[in-house]
């Protein structure tokens, strides 16, 4: 199929973000996610249609002039475009395109993922991807399937799967979040989990945040995690240390 016959539901396109990726990114959101996270921030990211009422349809042909606009921006700050979600997985076949189309033309990419897909599909992607993050949210099954809806059977052996395989950065991150997973024992159990994988770039603590909250609002659902703040900076720190002692070694951002 042609450029212009692909297309892809996405959510939105940010611009310069410096929280995807190296350097000033251009950050495509796709629609559509396995998991239901009890802290997702982007609720309305999760449904594929455009039933949440928020989305737009766009061919690859359509997008890729959108990243190339800031390729002077790129350029002098090493960075790119990421691939985020929702889960991009989702729309496997739009990601191989669009990533197909930037590493022509020598954009740096990314993706920000769930892991939780087909590894055939995520192995397509990989030759056209210069990083990938992929997130452990909870390392005990039973845990991971209350908080987000699914096993983490399959994200834990696709990261194992790249960590053997993909020659790019892999970098891992943990949304850690008070009450959920924020507790030596997950913080232990991924630390080792990652100490057995065979290549890293480095692991990413991400703080639990609530600007997700005012769209449960927007979208009439109710919101879990409504009243569980965020971890507070020493509470951050102290995670991290834990991480460090028990995955030595490790970069740990
Ligand atoms: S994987 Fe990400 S987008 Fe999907 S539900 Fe969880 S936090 Fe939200």
């Known amino acids: 199929m042609r450029a212009n016959e692909i297309t892809g539901r996405v959510l939105q396109i940010e611009k310069c973000s410096i929280h995807d990726g190296d350097g000033l990114r251009t950050v495509v959101f796709l629609k559509g996610c396995p998991f239901r996270c009890a802290w997702c921030a982007a609720p309305e990211s999760q449904d594929s249609d455009f039933s949440s009422g928020y989305g737009r349809t766009l061919t690859v042909a359509e997008l890729i002039p959108e990243i190339t606009k800031d390729e002077i921006f790129y350029f002098h700050s090493e960075g790119g475009v990421t691939i985020s979600g929702g889960e991009p997985l989702m729309q496997a076949g739009f990601c191989e395109a669009v990533l197909t189309e930037c590493k022509k033309i020598g954009i740096n990419t990314a993706i920000e993922t769930c892991a939780y897909c087909n590894y055939e599909s995520l192995e397509k992607l990989l030759p056209n991807l210069d990083t990938v993050y992929a997130d452990i ?92 703040m965020p971890p507070s900076r020493e509470d951050m720190e102290k995670a991290k240390a834990l991480f460090k002692d028990a995955a030595p070694g490790i970069r740990v951002l």
């Open 137 to 228: 949210k909870l390392m005990d099954n039973n845990e991971h399937i209350k908080w987000t809806g699914e096993s983490n059977e399959t994200v834990l052996s696709n990261i194992r799967a790249m960590s053997h395989n993909f020659s790019g950065k892999l970098r891992i991150r943990l949304p850690l979040v008070p009450s959920v997973n924020m507790n030596a024992g997950f913080i232990r159990a991924a630390a080792e989990f990652c100490r057995s994988l065979d290549k890293l770039d480095f692991v990413e603590l991400l703080p639990y945040h609530r600007l997700g909250l005012e769209t449960y609002r927007k979208l009439g659902r109710e919101n879990l995690l409504a009243n569980i």
